[in-house]
């Protein structure tokens, strides 16, 4: 298994360019099945996520084929309905293609996900949802199975936000009879995006942005071309990156205000950061101040730099208090961090950081993709040398980390 080893201590300085985001492809990859054809997507980051979704769509009978970060997807021969456990346990988001078939042929045999490093993952949202539509589904042998299912409009209302649900219960009402009401939606970019794309596809989408969607059915949509956005959570892990080390990051290609609440924090933090239209610079301080810090569904704090912000607070010149409120149970790198010298005491779903002048470089794992980038943050601040097992977590999500790293500067290799 690779690893990275880092030799902490330099200020990171330089340029990146910021790939697309996997959050954003994935549903992009599932809507694909919508419409028999061609589709061509631009600015697909190639990560093991979105290779396992290649691998589901093949399956499913799909041809798929990756030049650099175009990828052409050719859903014309889409003759099963069946995906398999294997690769839903890798990769949760698989689960997006149950409303496609369900759409397009009405049925469909998709693996329950299971849990995940970090707790319960439900997808209790997507099923009742789809239910409502009349869709009737049934657990059978660790499967979503429906049979003779034929969408119709509903009112669906969610009780708590839900990225997943709302991409789901989207992709079952865009081909669905009559209209769907989504209430209490997810405006994630991911959202807003992929209901952007379906209407340049011929859907017909009305408050994309708003927490109310309102889907009338059409009968067909055109094949999807269209370039992926970049990554919020990748960029805000290298501003994280300046934070951490007093580096001064330029980040190219990024839409600033897809991770404000990230670049707010950080400015608490000391950072100072200019915004541009399609850039942004960060400096960091000489050391963090600390900060207080809630996870919320979008534009709140994303759950998905909680770990990354903890590193960050760790070396920080007083103490943080970080609370997740969407993942009660995704701190798995909280005893990594304590065994770099960090200072954290995990109440419940509140850390309490209290930071330290200089963390320690040490060998640490992490199980989950927003961990793994928080050790890597921290051996980068590290005095020493700090070796982080388990990589394939950050090859899920991160294009090409160390080579980005390593050109702003980082000591950092991959060990085969
Ligand atoms: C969440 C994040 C997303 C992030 C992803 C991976 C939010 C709102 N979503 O998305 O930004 O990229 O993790 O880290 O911050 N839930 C249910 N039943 C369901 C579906 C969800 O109870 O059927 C609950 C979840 O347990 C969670 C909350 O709703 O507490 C948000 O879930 P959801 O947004 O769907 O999760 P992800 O799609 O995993």
Redesign the pocket.
Known sequence: MDKLRITGGRALEGAVRISGSK?AALPVMAATLLAPGVHRLRNVPRLRDTQTFARVLELLGAKVAFEGNLLTIDTQGVNSVEAPYELVKTM?ASIYVLAPLLARFGRARVSLPGGCAWG???????LAGLQSMGAALEIEHGYIVGRDVRLKGATVGFD??????TVQLMLAAVLAEGSTVLENA?I?PDVTVLGEVLVACGARIEGLGTRRLEIHGVSALRPIETSIIPDRIEAATFAAAAAMTGGRIRLEGVRPEHFEASLRKLEEAGCVVERGADAVAVAGPARPRPVNVV?Q??PGF???MQAQMIAVCAVASGTSVIEDT??LDRFTHVQELVRMGAHIELKGNVAVVAGVERLSGAQVMATDL?ASASLVLAGLAAEGETVVDRIYHLDRGYEALEKKLGALGARIERVK
């Open positions: 959050n949760r319960p993952r439900p997808v209790n949202l997507h708590v936000v839900s990225v997943g649900a997810a994630e996870t569904p979008y994303p759950t998905d969407i993942y927003r």
